[in-house]
């Protein structure tokens, strides 16, 4: 199956906020652990409070780039499960859009934006469940 193909079948925005205060932790370890693995880099590096190596800042901001503009967070929030200030998110989100100039990173948010979504989708409780 071709990438555009495997991408219609997993929907466009995700929209989290309907799941649960405990979404947004979730929602962070499914975060992570796509980031981790497209970025290679470890957990802990990602988790730290420090910022780290350029490559692994930038793996954050795209983390919490994921989390406000495809999940629906709110900046408080994204600081809140990431360990950042909501000035901090804000500032990141914009790292990213600016850098989605770049074509090869623009492909690499769309794809994470969508396996991000797909797995939320299979692993959170529907809200439903939830009461």
């Known amino acids: 199956m071709h990438a555009h193909n495997v991408e219609a079948g997993l929907g466009a925005q995700l929209s989290c906020v309907a799941y649960g205060q405990r979404a947004p932790f979730a929602l962070k370890r499914i975060i992570e652990h796509a980031i981790t693995v497209v970025f290679d880099i470890e957990a802990c590096d990602l988790r730290s409070r ?15 780039y994921l ?5 629906g967070l709110s900046f408080t ?40 979504g797909r797995l939320a989708h299979v692993t959170l409780p529907r809200p439903s469940c939830l009461n």
């Open 50 to 64: 420090s910022r780290g190596t350029a490559e692994t800042a930038f793996a954050r901001q795209a983390a919490m």
């Open 67 to 71: 989390a406000h503009v495809s999940c």
């Open 77 to 116: 929030d994204t600081g809140r499960i990431f360990h950042r200030d909501r000035t901090t998110v804000a500032y990141a989100c914009g790292q990213i859009e600016d850098r989605r100039d770049d074509a090869r990173v623009d492909r690499t948010i769309d794809l994470l934006e969508a396996v991000v």
